[in-house]
Nanobody, 123 residues
Framework: QVQLAESGGGLVQAGGSLRLSCATSRGTLRRLTMGWFRQAPGKEREFVTGIRWTDGRTDYADSVKGRFTISRDNGKNTVYLQMNSLKPEDTAAYYC????????????????WGQGTQVTVSS
């Protein structure tokens, strides 16, 4: 019932910025804890950041703290990932994920996934 669609990926120079969007099914976002994940070739998928459904608590992987910001707009049914000071090691396919009523974004059993959007950071 929950459909996710990422957009906003592309090619950017190191040090640049990019904003990803994740559109969710209408009327569902307020009860969804959302997460952003990424996967680079040859690497396992890793948690990047998440936002809790109840109070908007955010969590970040150490590798992106201070550079990335997750936010949501319930009215637009959209979650965003603002990425600043991008590094070549940020290059990956980025996925958004959702889990109903999950209390901790880092520990959710995410049931819904988008198809991903590619982010490539050139040096």
């Amino acid at each position: 019932q929950v459909q996710l669609a990422e957009s906003g990926g592309g090619l950017v120079q190191a040090g640049g910025s990019l904003r990803l969007s994740c559109a969710t099914s209408r009327g569902t976002l307020r009860r969804l804890t959302m997460g952003w994940f990424r996967q680079a070739p040859g690497k396992e998928r890793e948690f990047v950041t998440g936002i809790r459904w109840t109070d908007g608590r955010t969590d970040y992987a150490d590798s992106v703290k201070g550079r990335f910001t997750i936010s949501r707009d319930n009215g637009k049914n959209t979650v965003y990932l603002q990425m600043n000071s991008l590094k070549p090691e940020d290059t990956a396919a980025y996925y958004c994920a959702a889990d109903y009523l999950c209390p901790m974004s880092t520990q959710c059993e995410y049931s819904y996934w988008g198809q991903g959007t590619q982010v490539t950071v050139s040096s």
